[in-house]
C-alpha cells in the first residue's frame, strides 16, 4: 500500500525515515517536513523550531519555510541566497534577539524573505532586524508582516536598521515602546502599511529611495520627537495617505537640495511642539 503523511505528531517513529521499511522510506508528502521535538516527530508545512541554535540550522540548511514552536531568545543570521525564498512564522511566539540579514553587499538579487508573526521583545537596548554594515547590507525584497516589537519607553531598541537594501514592505505591524520603528539608510523603496507605532520617535529615512506610508498611525512619546524624518537630499518622493501622525515634529524634510516631492493625502497631522 502506498502511505502519504499530511500532518500530525508520532511518537518516536519518523515517517520521513521509516527504518522497518527500508533506511530513509519517506513518507511524507511532497513539500512537507518532519520535524524532530524531543522524541516525537511532527509533520507539516513548515519546518519548525524551538530555539535559536535550532532556527540557525534551519536557516542554513535552506529550509524555506520555517515555524516557531515556542518563544526564542538569542541572535540569528540570515544568508540571502539567490533563489533561496525563505518565510519565517512566528506563530505569535516571542522572540528576544536580532535577527541579522546578509545581503552579502550584492546590488541585485531576486530571492525573498517574509517575516511575519514574530512577537520582537526585549527590555534592553538593541535591534531586532539589522542589516547595516560591510558585508551584511543589500537585503534584498523584505516583507515584515504582522509583527510586534515592545520594549519599555526610554531604550534604544529599534525595530529594524537596514542600509542600502532593495524593496522593504512593511505591513500589518506594531511596535510599542523603545526608539524607533526602523532607521533606514539609502533603500530603494519602502512600503510601511497599515502599521501602528507609539515609540520614542517614528520613521527615520536617510537618504532613502521612494517611500509610500499608507493607513498608519504613528505617535511620537518623546518630548522633541519626529513622526517621519526623509533626507530630502535626492529627487525622490514621499507619499503619506490615510494616516495620523502625532509628534512634537510629524514631518521632518531636511537636507533638501534637489527636486524632492511630497504628496499628502487623507492624513492628520498634530504637532505637539
Given at each position: ?79 540571502q ?10 506563530a ?65 531598541a529599534?525595530?529594524?536598521?537596514i ?10 505591524c ?6 524607533s ?57 514621499l ?35
Amino acid at each position: 500500500a502506498d502511505i502519504n503523511v499530511y500532518g500530525g505528531a508520532f511518537e518516536k517513529f519518523n515517517p520521513a525515515n521509516n527504518n522497518s521499511e527500508g533506511a530513509n522510506t519517506n513518507f511524507v508528502a511532497d513539500g512537507l517536513y518532519s520535524t524532530e521535538i524531543d522524541g516525537w516527530f511532527y509533520v507539516s508545512d513548515a519546518f519548525i523550531v524551538v530555539d535559536a541554535a535550532g532556527l540557525q540550522a534551519a536557516l542554513d540548511a535552506d529550509k524555506t519555510d520555517i515555524c516557531f514552536a515556542q518563544d526564542i531568545v538569542g541572535d540569528v543570521t540570515i544568508e540571502q541566497k539567490e533563489g533561496v525564498n525563505y518565510v519565517i512564522n512566528g506563530a505569535g511566539f516571542k522572540f528576544e534577539g536580532t535577527m541579522t540579514i546578509n545581503g552579502h553587499n550584492r546590488f541585485e538579487g531576486t530571492e525573498t524573505l517574509v517575516i511575519k508573526n514574530v512577537a520582537f521583545d526585549t527590555a534592553t537596548a538593541k535591534d531586532f532586524i539589522w542589516s547595516n554594515t560591510d558585508p551584511v547590507r543589500y537585503a534584498h525584497n523584505i516583507t515584515i508582516e504582522g509583527c510586534t516589537f515592545t520594549a519599555p519607553d526610554g531604550v534604544d531598541a529599534i525595530g529594524m536598521r537596514i542600509r542600502q537594501a532593495y524593496n522593504l514592505a512593511i505591513k500589518d505591524c506594531v511596535m510599542n515602546g523603545g526608539h524607533s520603528l526602523i532607521q533606514n539608510t539609502a533603500v530603494s523603496y519602502t512600503l510601511i502599511e497599515n502599521t501602528t507605532v507609539n515609540a520614542g520617535r517614528g520613521l527615520n529615512l536617510l537618504t532613502s529611495g521612494n517611500v509610500d506610508i499608507v493607513n498608519c498611525n504613528i505617535t511620537a512619546t518623546k518630548a522633541d520627537g519626529y513622526g517621519v524624518r526623509a533626507d530630502a537630499g535626492y529627487a525622490n518622493v514621499l507619499n503619506i495617505k490615510g494616516s495620523t501622525i502625532n509628534a512634537y515634529e510629524p514631518v521632518v524634510l531636511r537636507s533638501a537640495v534637489a527636486a524632492y516631492e511630497f504628496n499628502l493625502e487623507n492624513s492628520t497631522l498634530t504637532a505637539t511642539g
